[in-house]
């Protein structure tokens, strides 16, 4: 039988809950398709961290090197490690180690769930870069907590970088209404976002077939509340992409049904999935955790892997279980209830 390596990475707060609801679901989901997914659980977490002094072991990256893919959790617990030691050691050396230079965000409302728009009928995919940008991690502070003190975080953005994740924004559009939304802020910022839309003008002849329209950040923004249903493809920088991905998790009903995948496209080291929500410490011990975006992730993991009929019963079980209302609202039903649904749904 086909099997696929999968390092599991529960992390912090409510990661570890969710992936271990989610988990079962992906088994099934294989199973039931003739596969399996044989996984590898990995304690890296804050909790690893006041044990060991590191988020993950020096070797982490060559040990997750060897996965067919990575399924992760959540990563933070701020009580106890700083946020940006956590961050660092763990969550984004992957993504940038690995090459996932397309963090993929879908937005739409699920059946039976209810938005905060009078809208529903929107379908917007967010590619988000994410491994440069704002978060190249350039920078340094001096005269440090004196009154000249400087602090300085350069972000980068290089040829190479946003010509990557520009082209499959493009190839994305494509496949989809052949419209693509380019976001910036090349009003104000007048090197880096002026060479963004420099190389989205420059890619656009390559890709005549898709429609192409620069936006600001700020009018993406308002237009991501006031008209989502005219939006398809939306590609933005590391920074501005994750903040449009919280908005777009707003308008589908909540974090609880924001998924994501952090890909490496040319499949040279391993894709990550996780859900977009993090830790979440406030209700980590509640046991209300909502599932559906680690279980949504899991499905994109495993169209990634080439099982596209999988994915596809793993979404259509998701559909049938917030249909029924169940997982639909925030914070009523309990993570194992809303799974075990699934786990129904699926058959
Ligand atoms: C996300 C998260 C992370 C990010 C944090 C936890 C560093 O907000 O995946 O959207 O900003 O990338
Ligand atoms: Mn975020």
Redesign the pocket.
Known sequence: MKSYTIALVPGDGIGPAVVDAAWPVLERAASRRGFALAATRFPWSCAFYRETGKMMPVDGIDTLRGFDAIFLGA??WPAEVP?AVS?HGL??PIRKAFTQYANIRPHRLLPGVEGPLRKTSFDILCIRENTEGE?AGAGGRVHVGTPDEVAVETAIFTRHGVERILRFGFEQARTRSGRLASVTKSNAQKHSMVFWDEMTRALAKQYPDVEVTSYHIDAMAARMVSAPETLDVVVASNLFG?IL??LGAAIQGGLGFAA?ANINPERTAPSMFEP?H?SAPDIARLGIANPIATIWSGAMMLEHLGEREAAADVMRAIEATTARGIGAQPGRDKTDAIANAVLTALG
């Open positions: 990563v933070g946020d961050l969550l984004l978060y994750d991905t919280d994501s977009v993090g």
